[in-house]
């Protein structure tokens, strides 16, 4: 069940692995849509840094 305002998507996974992601997802107390979305706030969260700090090299560069 889609959280309230947000739009489903589609991915591809094969079977056995979804099985399996479901089932760690269960032990830990959370549910694949949830993991999934803070594995993704996490990675743009990474990756902003990243571009930050590249940035201020650039700029103490010049």
């Known amino acids: ?3 309230r305002g947000t739009p489903q998507r589609v991915i591809r996974a094969d079977q056995e692995t979804w ?3 479901g089932e760690v997802c269960k032990a830990e107390g959370t549910t694949r849509a949830d993991d999934l979305r803070r594995h993704m706030r996490a990675r743009i969260k990474t990756y902003r840094a990243e571009q930050r700090r590249i940035a201020a090299e650039e ?3 010049s």
Do not use: G, H, I, Q
């Open 59 to 61: 700029r103490a560069a």
């Open 1 to 3: 069940m889609a959280v």
């Open 19 to 21: 099985d399996e992601y």
